[in-house]
């Protein structure tokens, strides 16, 4: 339950209604000039909580029932990573982030959810026990600001998210769990149904997937994940959070495997008419916990927002500013801009790149390295010249 008395996530989720998340903090502040692309870590929470409280309000304005804590890789082990060099303890980050949750939650119908994610010393082969303890310190964090659940997401390997789960359930909130997996499952070759099993076994009551994937290849794994979870007798709500990338050229190790990732995704981006039809199709497999991930702006979510408000009841603020389907065009002072007011013009459009001479697709890395491979030891020095060089040489003869 939120401190407000309102319902929280389970009760919301039990009632059969629609729960609406937001969107991928880390590339949108990366765009916006607050976040480091490479470490992808969220110090901005407390160095500028106004740029992270800002975007907070935008997703809350589009639609979302909940409010991330901007705590994406704010493990200590994964700050320290690599060089990156911090004034700030994880701890600090955590705190900001959750303050800056709550503040924006109460200003709406949304509850706040604390976020884990994968950990370098996972890739490094350490123990349960020790990452265990990183999951541990961000759980204390959570459970002194009180949120209102707990959300161990983006994790490549099911063994890591299971233990992330059993850290989480300890403090006795809902946990929700997803995997950054598609339709081949994880990197060590366990199957999304398999996964989903063991996630809801370790005591995850709302399981799915986020990012790596576009859309509909995340609500397939996902339909995936619900046969597992069904077949093993099991019971659990479903979530999704996927890329705003269209990614049909994709391997199992998703979007980060792209040439273009992640300077160069946006001729890939999703329309909001693309959104429209994610969060009919999410619905219709019986997912009714529908976010979004890397890629996705407010206008995304607030394009979810739409398509479901038949079934949630409304709209959301956000729509003052938009006719559906394009109605605001009416307005246009140009005719044939007028003309595209109409549901089966955008529906049913092409939209081109306006780059003739690339493809439509690309060739993944392919370098089939996963946890317990050298080169996913990691370290806390930073990458010397000579790794660098290797690295280099061994792109070019890939």
């Not at 319902?7 to 590339?27: C, M, P, Q, S």
């Not at 110090?43 to 804590?69: C, D, I, K, S």
């Amino acid at each position: 339950q939120n401190p407000d008395g309102d319902k929280g996530i389970l009760e919301r989720l039990d009632a059969g209604e629609i729960v609406i998340g937001d969107g991928g903090f880390v590339f949108a502040l990366e765009k916006r000039g607050y976040v480091k692309a490479g470490p992808w870590t969220p110090e901005a929470a407390a160095e500028h909580p106004e740029a992270v409280r800002q975007l907070h309000r935008e997703f809350l304005r589009a639609g979302a029932n909940v409010m991330q804590t901007f705590t994406f890789y704010a493990s200590d082990d994964k700050l320290e990573n690599r060089g990156n060099k911090l004034a700030l303890t994880g701890a600090q980050i955590n705190e900001a982030a959750c303050d800056l949750a709550r503040e924006v939650a109460n200003e709406g119908d949304a509850l706040v959810a604390g976020g884990v994610s994968q950990t370098p010393s996972y890739l490094s082969c350490k123990s349960d026990q020790e990452v265990k303890a990183i999951f541990k310190k961000q759980l204390d964090v959570f459970t002194k600001k009180n949120v209102d659940f707990l959300i161990a997401e983006y994790f490549e390997h099911v063994e890591e998210a299971v233990w992330a789960v059993e850290v989480l359930k300890e403090s006795g909130k809902p946990v929700a769990a997803t995997l950054c997996i598609g339709p081949e499952g994880d990197m060590h070759g366990n199957s999304p149904g398999d996964c989903a099993a063991k996630l809801v076994k370790a005591g995850a009551q709302i399981v799915g997937v986020n990012c790596h994937f576009d859309p509909l290849t995340c609500v397939k794994t996902v339909k995936m994940m619900k046969e597992g979870v069904e077949k093993a007798g099991l019971k659990a709500h479903y979530m999704v959070q996927p890329l705003a990338y269209h990614t049909p050229d994709c391997n199992c190790q998703g979007f980060i495997d792209l040439p273009e990732f992640p300077f160069a995704l946006e001729p890939r981006i999703l329309t909001r008419w693309d959104m429209h039809q994610y969060a009919r199709e999410a619905y219709k497999a019986g997912i009714h916990y529908i976010g979004g991930c890397c890629g996705y702006e407010p206008y995304h979510i607030r394009a979810v927002s739409e398509e479901l408000a038949p079934e949630r009841g409304f709209l959301p603020a956000a729509s003052e500013k938009h006719g559906m389907w394009g109605a605001g065009l009416e307005m246009h002072t140009k005719p044939w801009v007028r003309a595209r007011a109409r549901r089966d013009y955008w529906e049913n459009l092409k939209p081109a790149s306006g780059r003739p001479l690339c493809p439509s697709m690309s060739a993944p890395d392919s370098w089939g390295v996963t946890r317990g491979h050298a080169d996913l030891m990691q370290q806390k020095e930073a990458t010397t010249k000579d790794q660098l060089k290797q690295l280099f040489d061994r792109s070019k003869n890939h």
